[in-house]
């Protein structure tokens, strides 16, 4: 019989500057049924909560994981949440996916019933951060606290995950993404910057953000801010546009939901950015 495994899902779910993805933890038992821990936005958006607390999905009380069926926010045969969208908010394709195995043996049950107990105990608690507190930090927290070991194919040359490798904080204050800026660029550019001791052609451009960062450390009078934000303008404007557009079609999503299945819909969570 074969083996169960625990794996970290990587979702392709857009792109600035470079591409970003959604984690969620995916659970395969002995059967070959699959489930999955995810987290999302929240529903109660304030101006200090501009997307709310970190609201996640468990499956909890009727299954021990939310079932990775077409229902499930992130299978590839739910059109509504797992599809790349053309500019009218259509369904055009299956976002990509990725898969990195965190252990398997001939069974997790009681460590998997474990995770999904700890990841619903976090419910509507922590402030989500599209860069650095969302449904990545949340997967990473749940691992760690199971004493899993961390995914590593979740940096720069792998599938860039923002926010992972952080701890959940009650009190962090989350950024605008509609205020984003080139700082942000670079953050996300630059987040758990991992190769997994293999040479990617992205590490040149690793170095040259790292050096960027820590000129921007280094800026004490402001020229070398200045400077860059007037040499990339173009890159500022693309990002703030690409985010605009990103949140843009989410809403549309959400309209597009409220149909007969809101019901359905409403109860596998909101947004995801990371």
């Known amino acids: 019989m074969a083996n169960e495994k625990i794996e970290v899902g990587y979702r392709h779910i857009g792109s600035l500057g470079v591409d ?4 969620f933890l995916l659970y395969t038992d002995k059967t070959g049924k699959q489930y999955t821990i995810s987290g999302w936005t929240g529903t109660e958006i304030s101006e200090k909560l501009p997307l709310g607390k970190i609201h996640i999905e468990t ?3 009727t299954h021990i994981g939310l079932p990775y069926d077409a229902r499930n926010p992130d299978n590839p045969n739910n059109r509504r949440r797992a599809w790349y969208r053309d500019k009218d908010g259509s369904p055009i ?8 195995l965190i252990t398997e043996a001939p069974d997790l049950s009681q460590k998997w019933a474990a995770m999904v107990r700890n990841a619903k105990s976090k419910d509507n608690i922590y402030p989500y951060d599209f860069l ?3 449904s990545n930090t949340l997967a990473d927290v749940i691992l760690k606290e199971a004493g899993l070991k961390q995914p590593e194919k979740d940096g720069l040359g792998g599938h860039l995950a923002p926010g992972s490798g952080n701890n959940l904080h009650k009190n962090l204050v989350p950024k ?19 190769t997994d001791n293999l040479q990617y052609a992205e590490q040149t451009s690793a170095d040259k953000l790292q050096a960027l960062i820590q000129g ?3 800026d004490k ?27 843009k079609q989410n809403q549309a999503q959400e309209v597009a939901q409220n149909t007969p299945q809101v019901q359905e819909e409403r109860s596998h969570g909101g947004r995801s950015f990371g």
């Open 59 to 61: 499956g909890l009380p």
């Open 93 to 100: 394709a299956p976002q990509k996916q990725y898969r990195e």
């Open 216 to 218: 921007f450390k280094n």
């Open 20 to 23: 970003y993805h959604h984690k």
């Open 221 to 247: 009078d402001g020229a070398f801010t200045a400077k860059t934000l007037a040499e990339n303008a173009d890159v500022v404007a693309n990002f703030r546009d690409e985010l605009r557009e990103t949140l």
């Open 176 to 194: 605008d993404p509609n205020k984003a800026g080139v700082l942000d660029l670079l953050d996300l550019s630059a987040q758990n910057n991992q």
């Open 132 to 134: 650095n507190q969302n």
